[in-house]
């Protein structure tokens, strides 16, 4: 089966300081897209980062960048400098096939001031 | 460029009754999706659209029908709304398949069904 396992339900961080986020997932796919959404309070699924599987190099949006780790099955997302802006629920997510995401069950990030 | 938009953003249904939600993008995206959110789960593909005139089955399909007779619509409908099917509702869309593309997602409908 194909899964996306987000292992760290909440998690909380001070403002500047840097937090990482995890995600592993299984597929036997070698090519693929992997993701991170941010849901705010609002609802709005909002695309943070996006890594597709065949190229090596870590994708990086500013503050956000990535850790791929092809073998392991690995996606973390590390978020430097926090921001309280950064409050939401993060999903990672991936696209082994054509259509269909897969989504974890999110972890619920809190910057505190 | 209003991206992606949802009518309605809140709905409260009896069992039994049934209703269609609307989505609408302005990207001129062929590939439109509708997934429900529920507490402590991800995003679940209910269906999808490659193009205008067709649709597709997701992962969780049964209780749920959609139409795409308009490239910018995809409607999704509840024939005999059911408790179960309490969740908030997106729609998305994106202009490429798979993961070639960013998919946009609409602001969510949520809907109680009593």
């Known amino acids: 089966a194909q899964t996306v396992t987000q292992s760290q339900p909440e998690m909380s961080v001070q403002e500047a300081e840097t937090v990482t986020l995890s995600c592993t997932y299984d597929t036997s796919e070698n090519n693929y897209y992997l993701f991170w959404y941010k849901q705010p309070p609002s609802r709005q699924m909002i695309l943070v980062i996006r890594q597709e599987a065949y190229k090596q190099q870590n994708a990086t949006e500013n503050r956000f960048s990535v850790n791929f780790q092809k073998a392991a099955k690995s996606f973390s997302l590390k978020i430097s400098d926090s921001q309280l802006g950064d409050t939401a629920m993060y999903f990672c997510?991936?696209?082994?096939?054509?259509?269909?995401?897969?989504f974890g069950t999110g972890t619920r990030l809190k910057v505190l001031a | 460029n209003a991206g992606v938009t949802q009518t309605p953003k809140f709905r409260v249904l009896k069992t039994g009754q049934s209703m269609t939600l609307l989505c609408a993008q302005d990207?001129?995206?062929?590939?439109m999706y509708w997934y429900r959110q529920d507490p402590g789960m991800g995003l679940r593909l209910i269906h999808y659209?490659?193009?205008?005139?067709?649709?597709a089955k997701g992962e969780v399909p049964d209780g749920y029908n959609v139409s795409r007779l308009k490239k910018q619509n995809f409607l999704l409908g509840l024939e005999s709304a059911a408790p179960s099917q309490t969740s908030v509702y997106f729609c998305?869309?994106?202009?490429?398949?798979?993961?070639?593309?960013?998919?946009?997602f609409g602001p969510g409908t949520r809907l109680t069904v009593l």
């Open positions: 990207m001129n995206h062929e590939y």
């Open positions: 997510a991936f696209i082994p096939g054509t259509y269909k995401y897969i």
């Open positions: 659209s490659v193009g205008e005139g067709t649709t």
């Open positions: 998305a869309s994106s202009l490429e398949r798979g993961g070639r593309s960013e998919q946009f």
